[in-house]
């Protein structure tokens, strides 16, 4: 695929995505009050936060066992 007609796909397809994004927030905007949007982004906000406490142990026990297989190995 031509290196021009890709960049025009990709910029077309995050336009859509930015306009699709807006409307939504707009829906959101108007069927909700304040209070609740607050309380779902501070709850998203926690989820996310416990999610990377997690990744990032995963990761870390990951790199321990990788590390105890390769001394083995010696």
Not at 4 to 14: D, N, Q, R, S
Not at 26 to 51: H, P, R
Request: hydrophobic share 50%.
């Amino acid at each position: 695929m031509n290196i021009k007609l890709k960049a025009a796909i990709e910029t077309i397809v995050y336009l859509v995505a930015i306009i699709i994004i807006a409307g939504i927030l707009q829906l959101i905007g108007q069927n909700f009050t304040d209070e609740q949007i607050k309380g779902a982004i501070s709850t998203f906000g926690i989820l996310f936060c416990v999610y990377l406490i997690y990744s990032l142990r995963l990761s870390s026990l990951q790199s321990q066992k990788t590390l105890e297989q390769l001394n083995e190995k010696r």
